[in-house]
């Protein structure tokens, strides 16, 4: 069974970092794509970030370009989202997902407020 | 930025089939995927590539695409098919993911 579960969620100020993390299990996540999705209070779904099988192919929505880095270790089975810069509109669920996406993770919550 | 078009809002009577449209200029080249997603739950898969539907999902959810448009239908509503459905794809470079504005669908 595919199981992805996210951690690292949390109440940051602005200006801070955080770092997300994504457990995948059931599935050889070398041989797939990987996303970050987040969705804002009450708000549709964003795309935020995809990342090639072997990590050197990168691809992230413009607004949060040269603030997150989106990587991943194979080995250890995890993808990450690391989210420096954070602003307000930053707030959100973020889910991790394998591309196209089809499984999905359950989500953790992002709250960036003073 | 490449945009997808949803409608707000569907509202069907149960056993109805409700229709809902995403526009987009690269759909004639990209796949279109469609997700469910209940209140306060991560979203769910029910159709990708178009018109493929995933084990597990009801008959009743089919997909086409046509031109700039891609539709998601739901063939003899049910109450448990209220929710919030979002189409996805891909700019034009295939690297950029989009999803729609997102449309709720009611059903009473």
């Not at chain 1, 090639?52 to 989106?70: A, H, L, M, P, Q």
């Not at chain 2, 109805?16 to 990209?30: E, F, M, N, V, Y």
């Not at chain 2, 049910?78 to 059903?107: K, L, P």
């Amino acid at each position: 069974e595919v199981q992805l579960v996210e951690s690292g969620g949390g109440l940051v100020q602005p200006g801070g970092s955080l770092r997300l993390s994504c457990a995948a299990s059931g599935f050889d996540l070398s041989t797939y794509w990987m996303s970050w999705v987040r969705q804002a209070p009450g708000k549709g779904l964003e795309w935020v970030a995809n990342i090639k099988e072997d990590g050197s192919e990168k691809f992230y929505v413009d607004s949060v370009k040269g603030r997150f880095t989106i990587s991943r270790d194979n080995a250890k089975k995890s993808l990450y989202l690391q989210m420096n810069s954070l602003r307000a509109e930053d707030t959100a669920v973020y889910y991790c997902a394998r591309k196209p996406p089809d499984y999905w993770g359950q989500g953790t919550l992002v709250t960036v407020s003073s | 930025s490449y945009e997808l078009t949803q409608p707000p809002s569907v509202s069907v009577s149960p056993g109805q089939t409700a229709r809902i449209t995403c526009s987009g200029d690269a759909l004639p080249k990209k796949y279109a995927y469609w997700y469910q997603q209940k209140s306060g739950q991560a979203p769910v898969l029910v159709i990708y590539e178009d018109n493929k539907r995933p084990s597990g999902i009801p008959a009743r959810f089919s997909g086409s695409s046509s031109g700039t448009m891609a539709t998601l239908t739901i063939s003899g509503a049910q109450v448990e098919d209220e929710a919030d459905y979002y189409c996805y794809s891909t700019d034009s470079s295939g690297y950029q993911g989009v999803f729609g504005t997102g449309t709720t669908v009611t059903v009473l």
